[in-house]
């Protein structure tokens, strides 16, 4: 494979971010010359302080842009869509609640959702949350889990998912093989967890394998370190975790992607070399860089991506791995739904506002969690 071409073959395994509400010119060069199979969105895509019509102009003309340049008619346009405080787009979108708040209203709230979000172009979204808030210190899960227990976070993770699959949006459940329990945020510096496989599977594993069953079509690993399964890297670069307990034990067929390598737990391990080779062979197909720190420049970008090809190169990635993987993205991105931008109607705005504040009217109810059952 020549140099330009092995490039953009890691291009159909990056989900990128865009620096702003236009292409600047790294933009244009990492579209250009990775022609990355995704684009994730954050606020810095949509233009603050401006009248719906307007931002929502700049921001058709922003995807189109990105079309154009990455020259692929079929992307995922993807974006952190959660509710709560997960939430990019300006008003009027609807800010939903944290899941913990929306009790039966998942599906309903995932639809409405759904909705919104194929009125931008958007066709997946990093949503539903399997994890459990079991952790009530933990930083960064808490509220966005749809419960404490694993029957609770099941019940509300399938169903949100259920919604978004009904409507046309591509869910991805996260972060595998959860995050609930954890005391430190990933985004910050790596959380270590002490769990045994069979308290995995008594708790944790329980709301992914709920959504296995219903076809969930992507899934998100975690940055943690699991001592007692991996005690040399994190889930997103383990072969036990990845391919021995999410392929083989809970028989996950679909796209694995990776949480952004921008994230402190796991970036400096993504300036060595060998580490894309590590994370492709542990079982990950798609590859999410954010471009979010100030660290993250064109050069770590196309330096990842370097990786990837010395890697082919030199025999730590085989083809038959890079096949495989590609084989599982273009089988998803076949069946991903492709939407134009447009404005939404201001009744179907309104009855989305009434849904969300009904919602945060709703009294969770919070059990102790059950550790040994399952569903």
């Known amino acids: 494979m020549a140099g330009a071409e092995a490039i953009q073959s890691f291009g159909h395994h990056l989900i990128v ?22 684009v994730v969105l954050y606020a810095k895509n949509f233009r603050y302080g401006s009248h719906y019509e307007d931002w929502l102009l700049i921001y058709q003309n922003l995807i189109d842009q990105i079309r154009q340049y990455a020259e692929r008619d079929s992307m995922f346009i993807t974006i952190d869509h959660e509710g709560g405080t997960i939430h990019r787009p300006y008003l009027p979108i609807t800010r939903f609640p944290h899941a913990f708040l929306l009790g039966g209203r998942s599906r309903e709230v995932a639809t409405a959702a759904a909705l919104e979000l194929k009125s931008l172009g958007i066709n997946v979204s990093w949503a539903p949350v399997a994890d459990i808030f079991s952790n009530p210190n933990n930083p960064i899960i808490g509220p966005r889990a749809f419960g404490t227990t694993p029957e609770t976070a099941a019940i509300g ?6 919604g978004l699959h009904e409507s046309g949006i591509i869910g991805c459940a996260k972060h595998f093989p959860g995050h609930g329990d954890t005391s430190t945020d990933s985004h910050l ?61 809970l028989g996950f067929e ?27 062979n542990a ?10 720190l100030p660290s993250s420049s064109l050069e ?76």
Do not use: W
């Not at 959504?211 to 969930?216: A, F, H, P, T, Y």
């Not at 796209?255 to 994370?279: E, F, H, P, Q």
């Not at 079982?283 to 979010?292: E, H, K, Q, T, Y």
């Open 17 to 38: 971010g865009i620096s702003g509400t236009t292409l600047n010119d790294d933009d244009k060069r990492i579209l250009n010359e990775l022609k990355p199979v995704g």
């Open 157 to 162: 993770a399938r169903d949100y998912y259920l």
């Open 189 to 249: 510096e790596l959380p270590t967890l002490n769990l045994t496989i069979e308290e995995l599977r008594n708790r944790e594993l329980i709301p992914f394998k709920v959504l296995i069953d219903e076809q969930v079509p992507m899934i998100m690993t975690a940055h943690i370190l699991f001592p007692n399964i991996d005690p040399d890297v994190p889930a997103t670069l383990s072969q036990p975790i990845l391919n021995g307990i999410l392929r083989k034990e």
């Open 254 to 280: 679909g796209v694995i992607v990776s949480d952004d390598l921008d994230m402190k737990a796991v970036s400096d391990m993504y300036a060595k070399s060998g580490t894309v080779a590590r994370t492709f």
């Open 283 to 292: 079982g990950c197909d798609l590859f999410i860089v954010s471009r979010n």
């Open 300 to 375: 770590r970008t196309f330096a990842i991506a370097q990786d990837f090809v010395n890697s082919l190169s030199n025999g730590s990635l085989e083809e038959r791995i890079i096949e495989a993987a590609r084989m599982r993205i273009d089988s998803l991105l076949a069946i991903t739904p492709q939407y134009l931008v447009s404005s939404l109607d201001k009744d179907t705005l309104v009855r989305h506002a009434e849904l969300a504040i009904a919602c945060s009217f709703h009294k969770p109810v919070v059990t102790e969690n059950v550790v040994g059952q399952s569903l």
